[in-house]
């Protein structure tokens, strides 16, 4: 027996399943009360109708021309909008992967700030660029805001941070070595990338299009502004089932076909994970970037920063155009006057009230993602963790719109009366910032040597004390980031606060939405002076997150 090796090991802790089960209570309590209650109820109250299940309603759902229609735009649109990110965003990745060059820290924060705006800012700034009186309308009379190139495009701006990111992050770390060694055995530039580099990113580029598939997928906000009457994906569906037609049922069927095709989705991404993790020839990405050299990677370079300028910069930069409009920045003075429309306030309140939201639903979601990702982390996890680590994932699966609406039938009696408090915005906001704080979290305390809390409790620490010494010096970054981007996505929640926000307490999401659903140039003004506030916020907390950002944090 190898006595030394014996003595190093890490030994299982008396008590590790307490501990562990410790851990997971209050965020399995969370996701019960907040999450599967509410989720469960709309359903059930959708399906049954009399204590009897509606099977035949069901089937008539099922076999709808226009359901089917729906479900068929919701896929392909997917699918097209994932080929054509792959498309514009894979000669991203490679530039920021093997080139340096001036300002690259600097773009890599304009890349990545799209995929932190709400979609609603995104919606609003094509409509800005595409729609009526938008520039191109402007300019030559051309409107993209009744066709789908409209949403298309916007799903491309958004997710061209997931590509760069994923792919880019693994291609800066392959060693260019072995490609340049095809290259010396005679292979041409692109047989040798596509032999050599292509297989090693594939799952990288796997991982990415399944990210990409599943958020434009549920797409909402992006839909609801550009897809008018004409488009219209399962979560638009759902949500006009449920508020305008209050057709419970078909909006309860069409929730579960989405929550089936997610968790699907969800499965293969989890598989492409795990091969994204087999063992590549990896080096410090430090070492692989070096300046262009020859007029075909001066022209890549080139024609990268003409697509984010062009697809990533111009919808912004019009957005601010269109909400400065008005002389003497009248929209935003006109956001400081209650015309006792749609809002019971001035406009300007939600910029107050949605930071009030996003603050208190960046706390629970640290709190409750934090208390996870440490059970999730310990070296001795089982089935039973593995399956709470599913659970976590499930609020991106289900239809936000049945999260809201399912809020305001569940919670409305004692002792969980809240439809009138003001707590309710954040929770809600909340379920969809944990997995962020969970995925951020994991790999830093899974890093973190086992040895290390062990001697502290040897010592006489206690489990807070041992916390407090050993892991929350490690995981401090990483804890300022996972807040930060459960920040970013509590401000920008649209689809269950639209349900669940009070007129006398819009957000930024939700009085935007309204301030376009109303006609007037006065409301579109406004509109885009909310839009560009909200731009502004979540573009500051994403430039800290990249300050903040270490190699060991990953990219998503």
């Not at 799952?203 to 004409?230: D, K, R």
Request: a positive charge; one cysteine or more; glycine letters at 8%.
């Amino acid at each position: 027996m190898d006595l030394a090796r014996t003595e190093v090991a890490p030994r299982p802790r008396r008590g590790g399943n307490a501990a562990r089960l410790g851990l997971m209570a209050l965020p399995v309590a969370f996701f019960a009360v907040f999450f599967a209650y509410p989720v469960t109820a709309i359903v059930r109250r959708g399906l049954r109708d009399g204590g009897s299940w509606q099977w035949g309603r069901i089937a008539e759902v099922l076999t709808d021309p226009g359901i089917g229609h729906v479900l068929w735009f919701t896929t392909w649109q997917a699918l097209a909008s994932t080929a054509l990110t792959l498309l514009v965003a894979l000669p991203g990745a490679q530039v920021f992967a093997r080139y340096d060059f001036p300002g690259k820290q600097l773009l890599r924060a304009v890349v990545t700030v799209p995929f932190v705006l709400p979609t609603v800012v995104v919606g609003t700034a094509f409509l800005a660029l595409v729609g009526r009186g938008g520039l191109l309308d402007d300019l030559w009379g051309v409107r993209l805001d009744t066709t789908v190139w409209a949403i298309l495009l916007a799903h491309v701006f958004f997710n061209y941070a997931v590509v760069v990111r994923t792919v880019g992050g693994l291609w800066a770390q392959l060693d260019p070595r072995q490609e340049e060694a095809a290259r010396m055995l005679g292979a041409s530039r692109f047989a040798a990338w596509r032999r050599v580099t292509l297989p090693a990113l594939g799952p990288a580029v796997a991982a990415a299009a399944l990210m990409v598939f599943l958020f434009t997928f549920t797409s909402f906000g992006v839909v609801q502004i550009l897809g008018g009457p004409t488009f219209s994906t399962l979560e638009v569906e759902i949500y006009r089932q449920t508020s305008q037609i209050f057709d419970l049922t078909t909006a309860a069927v069409l929730t579960l076909v989405q929550f089936l095709a997610v968790g699907a989705i969800l499965l293969v991404h989890a598989w492409t994970v795990r091969r994204r993790e087999s063992a590549l020839r990896l080096v410090d990405p430090s070492l692989t970037a070096r300046r262009p050299r020859g007029a075909a990677q001066w022209a890549l370079l080139g024609s990268v920063l003409l697509t984010v300028a062009a697809l990533l910069v111009l919808p912004p930069a019009v957005l601010v155009q269109r909400s400065l409009d008005a002389p003497g920045f009248g929209y935003y003075t006109a956001l400081t006057h209650d015309d006792s429309g749609v809002f019971l306030v001035a406009p300007v309140t939600a910029i107050g009230t949605s930071l009030r939201y996003a603050v208190a639903a960046t706390l629970i979601a640290v709190l409750i993602g934090g208390l996870a990702a440490a059970a999730l982390a310990r070296r001795d996890a089982g089935r039973l963790v593995r399956g709470f680590d599913a659970m976590l994932m499930l609020p991106l699966g289900v239809s936000a719109v049945t999260v809201g609406f399912g809020f305001l039938i569940t919670l409305d009696r004692p002792p969980l009366d809240l439809r009138g408090s003001w707590i309710l915005v954040p929770l809600a906001q909340a379920l969809v910032g944990v997995p962020f704080v969970v995925r951020t979290l994991l790999p830093v305390l899974r890093a973190v040597d086992e040895r290390l809390r062990e001697a502290a409790a040897v010592l006489g620490a206690s489990p807070w004390r041992v916390w407090r010494e050993v892991d929350l010096p490690i995981v401090r970054r990483a804890l300022l980031i996972a807040a930060g981007f459960a920040f970013a996505v509590s401000l920008g929640e649209f689809g269950a606060t639209v349900f669940i926000a009070r007129p006398d307490n819009p957000t930024l999401p939700v009085a935007v939405a309204r301030l376009l659903g109303r006609p007037g140039d006065l409301n579109y003004g406004q509109a885009m002076a909310l839009s560009t506030i909200l731009m502004v916020v979540c573009a500051v907390a994403l430039l800290v997150l990249e300050r903040l950002r270490t190699d060991r944090t990953g990219e998503f």
